[in-house]
């Protein structure tokens, strides 16, 4: 090196030729790093400026109108040349994706112009009929096209127990088994993204608390966080988060903080489809985009014993409720109406030898107050019981509510007013009863969790649910 800096006249020669080398080493540390390391080259912006509308479909919309603009180096159009063959059959195949869905939106909407209460279209298993339904008709045509059309892509990214993982017992078991149900791809999912009409995001709030938060602490950014972590990974190794800005993608939980959790991503939280069982508009929940999963509490994680109960003439007792306090709503129940009239058996725990099970079938009513939250297994233990759910809430989007009328089979009450409770049950005639009563046993296929999915059970009916939330969007690139 001082023979080269003592030389003057081969200085500048020297210098390119130190440049020159430099420039081929970065060249190929480049095209390593990419080729190898996708999670490196994740951090650099490889997607051309995207441009996107959402148009709405029914009556409630999504009105999301934005424009992602992304300044690439020189580097980066040499990958998007590249990208130019895959980019235009992406957008063939959605252009496809969405004639199919225009072509269902158009039959659903023609199928809703007919009022009778029993759907006139052919079917070997079940022909949704009468009024739990909002529209039989409307409802099973949607049902047939869905099982036609829809296609779920799993992001395969991110590794248990965190990620395609979740509680298939517990009062978690609705998030657990239906992201089992998923993996195992029996029904909806597709392995090719391109071909998908909904993307699904593998994680379990469930599994993060569990092996994420510190009991006790103040916080769980750490959840947070890794939603975060994972929304950036997808969004950097596949197209189709940056299209919709997530529109199109869906997750599913029942714990009580995702929908705090999901804040973490403003996309995700406020364009995405969130299935939650904690379905409180107060807290962001939106019904015109995100579903209400109903909370399924599965002891043993089989339904088996669950399922039935005796004729309303073997039902002594008005109205049941055993639960300890868990937020304003039950202290208010308990504190006005524990053990003060016989008709309404209402403890904060039951005496011994009296199992909850029994107490459900001897009821005629069974009182599903919200505790800290609003979402309560006690609705779908109620309908398995064949017993009236009274739902006490504020703010509670019942599960299906888009479809089922849930006036015809069961009674809402207003917090405020608790206290006139038994003057409202007692209000609704014994001929009222009746038909409410049959019509809980009705409707109890469609929260029946099977151990393989049946049709119309509640696996399809959370999917049928997501569904309609993806026909209230057109995605163009």
Known sequence: MKTLWSNSSNFCSSISILLLLLAASLLVISLVDFTLSPERASAISLQPPWKWRIDSFSSYSLALNAELDINGTSGDHLVQEQEKPSTRSLKSKLQRIEAALAKARSLIREAAQNKNMTSVHQDPDYVPQGPIYRNANAFHRSYLEMEKLMKIYVYEEGETPLFHNGPCRSIYSSEGRFIMEMEKGSFYRTRDPNEALLYFLPFSVVMMVQYLYVPGAPEFHAIGRTVADYIHVISRRHPFWNRSLGADHFMLSCHDWAPHTSSYVPDLFNNSIRALCNANTSEGFNP????????IHLKTGEISGLLGGPSPSKRPLLAFFAGRLHGHIRRVLLDHWKQKDPDLFVVDELPAGVSYESMLRKSRFCLCPSGYEVASPRVVEAIYGGC???LISDGYVPPFSDVL????????????EITNLKKILTAISRGQYLRMQRRVKLVQRHFVINGAPKRFDVFHMIIHSIWLRRLNIQIHD
């Open 388 to 390: 009236v759910p009274v």
């Open 405 to 416: 009328n849930w006036k015809a089979f069961s009674v809402a009450v207003p917090a405020r």
């Open 288 to 295: 015109s985009k995100d579903v209400s999963l109903p909370e």
